[in-house]
T-cell receptor, first 113, second 112 residues
């Protein structure tokens, strides 16, 4: 059974700092990995999707990397802003059949002005 | 383009009552999902569907039922609500299940 772990559970940084969020998964037979952002009381917004054949994806100040063989992904946020404060969720889709996304518990990020 | 629409946004139920959470998508996605999110516990899959007329259980299906009569709609039925079903419920859809997921804004349910 696939398990997804995100470390740390919470993180507080000063504005302007670069930061890395970590995601690990137990079964490397994945089809893709997706990073989401969730604001308090809101739904999930997709940030980046990395296919298993890719090593990284970039969108603006966000860069996500994938090392499938070691079961790890990182989300790098450059020059953090208070508006980046949210919970960031990592989710993986397995290779077999109709396997839905399996989520980590998320990292709650606070960027302090 | 509305994406995934969930109704209602909030609901309070008494123990033993029943209700249906509605979910509709206008992206012609064949795959649809119901997740619940409890504080600090991440999202857990309740049921999913790979197309009209086809549904399957996820990790936590007990106490819930689903149906998929059209591509657009995937309602989640709660029978005999229990306090353990207090949670935030999210509906999501995906094209072929292999592309990115689109989530609705959620339904916050409290059972008292």
């Amino acid at each position: 059974k696939q398990e997804v772990t995100q470390i740390p559970a919470a993180l507080s940084v000063p504005e302007g700092e670069n930061l890395v969020l970590n995601c690990s998964f137990t079964d490397s037979a994945i089809y893709n990995l997706q990073w989401f952002r969730q604001d308090p009381g809101k739904g999930l917004t997709s940030l980046l999707l990395i296919q298993s054949s890719q090593r990284e994806q970039t969108s603006g100040r966000l860069n996500a990397s994938l090392d499938k063989s070691s079961g790890r992904s990182t989300l790098y946020i450059a020059a953090s802003q208070p508006g980046d404060s949210a919970t960031y969720l990592c989710a993986v889709k397995g290779n077999s059949g109709n396997t839905p996304l399996v989520f980590g518990k998320g990292t709650r990020l606070s960027v302090i002005a | 383009n509305a994406g995934v629409t969930q109704t209602p946004k909030f609901r309070i139920l008494k123990i033993g009552q029943s209700m249906t959470l509605q979910c509709t998508q206008d992206m012609n996605h064949n795959y649809m999902y119901w997740y619940r999110q409890d504080p600090g516990m991440g999202l857990k899959l309740i049921y999913y569907s790979v197309g009209a007329g086809i549904t399957d259980k996820g990790e936590v299906p007990n106490g819930y039922n689903v149906s998929r009569s059209t591509t657009e709609d995937f309602p989640l039925r709660l029978e005999l609500a229990a306090p353990s079903q207090t949670s935030v419920y999210f509906c999501a859809s995906s094209y072929l299940g292999t592309y990115g997921y689109t989530f609705g804004s959620g339904t916050r349910l409290t059972v008292v």
